[in-house]
């Protein structure tokens, strides 16, 4: 397993880049669906805006999503979106400038995403108070559910 890591890693984008990249939206509002650094986010939008300045504009767009914490179901939406694009790691080795899925309730799907800053620290759009850094505690560091590496950009 660490060998297909370390390929993968090699085609991933630079981990200081990305942790630059999510700390200059840090302060920018909360906003369902939004993707506007300074204007306004939610996790799925920091992403996005991390992807669009470190790898390139996004590969498709997307679709409407509910803001369910408990939505159940057979599918993975977001990790299935994730993989398609991005290079899958096991949770335990998730370097820092890793996305980071977080199931908020047990039993439910990912929906909730974080890029990790250091072994304790991650980003994240959080509703009521923007886009902050904050520890990795183990609350929450016990819902995350997948992590994947951001692709070198072109």
Same mark, same amino acid.
């Given at each position: ?10 085609? %991933? ?8 990249? &999510? #700390? +200059?939206? =840090? ?6 669906? !939004? ?36 939505? %159940? ?8 979106? &994730? #993989? +398609?694009? =991005? ?6 080795? !998730? ?47 016990? #819902? ?11």
């Amino acid at each position: 397993m660490r060998d297909a890591i370390t390929a993968n890693q090699l085609g %991933s984008a630079d981990p200081s880049k990305v942790i630059a990249a &999510a #700390r +200059r939206w =840090m302060g920018t509002p909360y906003h369902d669906h !939004a993707s506007l650094r300074g204007v306004g986010c939610d996790c799925l939008g920091l992403a996005r805006g991390v992807w669009r300045e470190v790898v390139g504009p996004e590969p498709f767009p997307i679709p409407p999503y509910s803001r369910d914490w408990g939505e %159940s179901g057979p599918r993975e939406v977001l990790a299935e979106g &994730a #993989r +398609r694009m =991005m290079f899958e790691v096991p949770v335990a080795d !998730a370097p820092p400038g890793a996305l980071l899925l977080f199931r908020i309730m047990p039993r439910a799907i990912a929906k909730h995403v974080g890029i990790l800053t250091g072994p304790d620290s991650f980003i994240h759009a959080y509703e009521r108070l923007g886009v902050i850094e904050q520890p990795l505690t183990p609350a929450w560091r016990r #819902r995350i559910a997948f992590a994947f590496l951001f692709p070198a950009g072109d």
